[in-house]
C-alpha cells in the first residue's frame, strides 16, 4: 500500500496521483499547483490598481470558468478522461477571473457579481459530481473505477518530478 501525501499538499489519493507532480517525496495536485499562485498574483495586483478594466469583469467573470466548470463536469461524468495539459491549460484560462472576483470580495465582501459566479458555479459542480456518482453506481462492476484517472488503484502512478522526468 502505497503512503498518502498529507491532505493540505493534494487532496488526490493514490490511485489518483497522476494528477500530481512531485515535489521531492510528496504530491502536489496540478491544478491547484497551477490555480493559487497564479490567482493570489491577479488578486494582489488587481488590489493594487494593476488590472484590466473594471467594465469587463462582469463578462469575463462569468466566462473565463466555462471552459475549467465544463471539463470539470464532463469528467465527473465519466463522459471524458483527465489530461493533464487540458487541465493546465484551463485552469491558466480561469486564475484570473478567479483571482479579480476574490480582490472584488476583499474590497465588498457582499460583492453580487462575485458571489452570483460562485452560487452558480459551485451548483453546477455539485450536480456533476451528485450525477456522476450515480452514473458510477449504476455503472457494472468493471466500470467502477473512477472515471477520471488513468491509473488503476493497484499500480504505481506515473507523475512527473521537479526535472520533469517521470518515475
Known sequence: MQRRTPLWLSHHFPHEYDRCIRVGDRHLCRRCAVFYPVTFAVMFATLAGMRW???????????????????????????????????????????????????????????????????????????????????RRRSPPSATAPPTSTVARNQTPRCRTEAGSTR
Open 53 to 135: 478594466p473594471t467594465a469587463a469583469d462582469p463578462w469575463l467573470l462569468w466566462l473565463l470558468p466555462v471552459p475549467v466548470v465544463t471539463e470539470w463536469a464532463l469528467e465527473q461524468l465519466g463522459l471524458i478522461g483527465y489530461s493533464a495539459r487540458r487541465n493546465t491549460t484551463l485552469t491558466l484560462l480561469c486564475a484570473p477571473a478567479v483571482g479579480v472576483g476574490l480582490a472584488r470580495y476583499m474590497t465588498s465582501s457582499g460583492d453580487t457579481l462575485f458571489w452570483s459566479v460562485v452560487a452558480c458555479y459551485a451548483a453546477i459542480c455539485i450536480i456533476a459530481v451528485m450525477l456522476g456518482w450515480r452514473v
